[in-house]
């Protein structure tokens, strides 16, 4: 069963900008910290960014000031988080995938599938 459901994703050319969306289940609404994690093949998978209530945003260096990570908790409890990517370039390409957990703790499992199926990106040179 799947525990977030990842959208957004699409094929677009350098420099483009896309939206991803990230809806948790009920298992994951009161999750502190909420990440995006990215796969390319032949790469290891790669947190990308995640927020937290208590540490803020975070971003890899690859994708600062180009990605931005934002949540929307609704007071019907859905918990939806967003990863804003602008001026997307060729190496951006990958599954993107959302996962709740502290990084530290969860590793690659979200490149794994176990969360969710993740949302391909592809960027043309």
């Known amino acids: 069963e799947e525990k977030v459901v990842e959208s957004g994703g699409g094929s677009v050319s350098a420099g483009g900008s896309l939206r991803l969306s990230c809806t948790a289940s009920?298992?994951?609404?009161?999750?502190?910290?909420m990440g995006w994690y990215r796969q390319a093949p032949g790469k290891q998978c790669e947190l990308v960014s995640h927020?937290?209530?208590?540490?803020?945003?975070?971003?890899?260096t690859s994708v600062k000031g180009r990605f931005t990570i934002s949540q929307d908790k609704e007071d019907n409890g859905k918990n939806t988080v967003y990863l804003q990517m602008n001026s997307l370039k060729f190496e951006d390409t990958a599954v993107y995938y959302c996962?709740?957990?502290?990084?530290?703790?969860?590793?690659?499992?979200?490149?794994?599938?176990?969360w969710g199926q993740g949302t391909q990106v592809t960027v043309s040179s």
């Open positions: 009920t298992s994951t609404l009161h999750a502190s910290h």
């Open positions: 927020i937290s209530s208590d540490e803020g945003s975070w971003y890899a």
């Open positions: 996962a709740p957990g502290n990084p530290l703790d969860i590793g690659n499992w979200p490149c794994k599938g176990y």
